[in-house]
């Protein structure tokens, strides 16, 4: 059974740093591909960042793009999500992601998206002014 555990939200303010943490579990983390989500309030869920297996192709949000960085680190099973500069609009639950089929070769943002199915419990980002 995959488990996603993320860490690191808090309360900011606008222009402050922080960096979210998943620890992934239950999977060959290695070569699973694996990416970064958010919901706001009364927002649907939307896709922010992800990273292949292979670690060679990342992918990021327009929305966030020059201010947030995604990387992984396979010895420690865990993927992160360096957010700098961060806005009021950023505000929103925070969900590590997981794409269960193995070694999965897709290309292009929209598709890439679509492929996650397994989801963590979220994190709570607040960017205050």
């Known amino acids: 059974q995959v488990q996603l555990v993320e860490s690191g939200g808090g309360l900011v303010q606008a222009g402050d740093s922080l960096r979210l943490s998943c620890a992934a579990s239950?999977?060959?983390?290695?070569?699973?591909?694996m990416g970064w989500f958010r919901q706001a309030p009364g927002k649907e869920r939307e896709f922010v960042a992800s990273?292949?297996?292979?670690?060679?192709?990342?992918y990021t949000a327009d929305s966030v793009k020059g201010r947030f960085t995604i990387s992984r680190d396979n010895a420690k099973n865990t993927v992160y999500l360096e957010m700098n500069s961060l806005k009021n609009e950023d505000t929103a639950v925070y969900y590590c992601?997981?794409?269960?089929?193995?070694?999965?070769?897709?290309?292009?943002?929209?598709?890439?998206?679509?492929?996650?199915?397994?989801w963590g419990q979220g994190t709570q980002v607040t960017v205050s002014s």
């Open positions: 992601a997981a794409d269960r089929v193995f070694q999965r070769r897709v290309w292009g943002i929209m598709n890439v998206a679509q492929q996650f199915d397994q």
């Open positions: 239950g999977l060959s983390f290695s070569s699973h591909n």
């Open positions: 990273i292949s297996w292979s670690d060679t192709t990342t």
